[in-house]
C-alpha cells in the first residue's frame, strides 16, 4: 500500500509564534498555510473550525487543546505531545505523526485519509465512528484505545501495541495483525471475520470468544 505524503513547502515560513496567525485566521476565516511552527506549547486553546495547510509542527505542545471540526491537509507532526486534545469531527488528508505523545486524545467521527503514525503513543485515544482510508501505523503504541464502529479501508499495522483495544463493531476483514501485539481485545467476535492473524494470536483470540484451546 503506497501512502501520499504530505506535500511540503521546501521553503516554508519558520515560526515560533501560532497566536498573530490564529488570530487573523478566526476573523478572516482564512488558511494558516505554508508555516514551520517550532517549540509552541499551549493549554486549553480552542482552535476550533480551523485549516491548516501545508505546516509542519516540531516539537510543539497542544494539551487539552480543541481541534474540533479541525481541516488538516499536508501536514507532519514531529516529536509534538497532543494529549488529551479535542479532534472530534475533524478532517486528516495526507498527515504524518512521527515520534508524538497523543495520549487520550479524541478523533471521534474524523475522517482520516493518507496516513502515517510512526513511533507515537496513541494509549487510551478515541477513535470512535471515524473513517480511516490509506491509514498506516508503524511502532506505535495504541493499548486501551477505542477504534469502535469505524469503517477501515486499506490499512497497514506493523509493530504496533494494541493492548486491551477496543474493535467492538469495527470490521477487521482483511486487516493484518501478524506483527502486532493483540492481547486482550475487546470484541463481540463477529469483527475478526477474515482478520489474518498467526497461530498464537488465533489461540489467544479464541479465549476471548469462549473456547477451550487444547
Do not use: W
Not at 515560533?16 to 517550532?38: M, V, Y
Not at 493549554?43 to 476550533?48: N, R
Not at 495526507?94 to 510512526?118: H, M, P, Y
Amino acid at each position: 500500500m503506497k501512502i501520499i505524503k504530505p506535500n511540503l513547502s521546501k521553503d516554508p515560513v519558520i515560526s515560533d509564534d501560532l497566536l498573530p496567525l490564529l488570530e487573523n485566521a478566526q476573523r478572516e476565516e482564512s488558511d494558516i498555510e505554508e508555516t514551520h511552527f517550532k517549540g509552541l506549547g499551549f493549554k486549553e486553546l480552542d482552535l476550533s473550525r480551523l485549516s491548516f495547510k501545508d505546516i509542519i509542527f516540531e516539537n510543539c505542545e497542544f494539551i487539552h487543546c480543541s481541534f474540533n471540526k479541525i481541516d488538516f491537509r499536508d501536514v507532519h507532526f514531529k516529536s509534538c505531545n497532543l494529549s488529551n486534545s479535542d479532534f472530534c469531527d475533524g478532517y486528516f488528508s495526507r498527515c504524518e505523526f512521527t515520534a508524538c505523545k497523543v495520549i487520550g486524545a479524541d478523533f471521534l467521527n474524523a475522517e482520516f485519509q493518507n496516513i502515517s503514525l510512526v513511533n507515537s503513543n496513541f494509549q487510551y485515544a478515541n477513535f470512535g465512528k471515524s473513517k480511516m482510508s490509506n491509514f498506516e501505523v508503524s511502532d506505535c503504541d495504541m493499548s486501551h484505545s477505542s477504534i469502535t464502529e469505524c469503517k477501515l479501508k486499506n490499512i497497514a499495522f506493523n509493530e504496533v501495541r494494541f493492548i486491551e483495544t477496543s474493535f467492538f463493531k469495527t470490521p477487521l476483514k482483511g486487516i493484518d495483525f501478524t506483527q502486532c501485539q493483540i492481547d486482550g481485545l475487546i470484541v463481540s467476535g463477529e469483527e475478526l471475520k477474515g482478520a489474518i492473524v498467526t497461530t498464537y494470536q488465533a489461540a489467544e483470540l479464541a479465549k476471548l470468544l469462549g473456547l477451550i484451546v487444547r
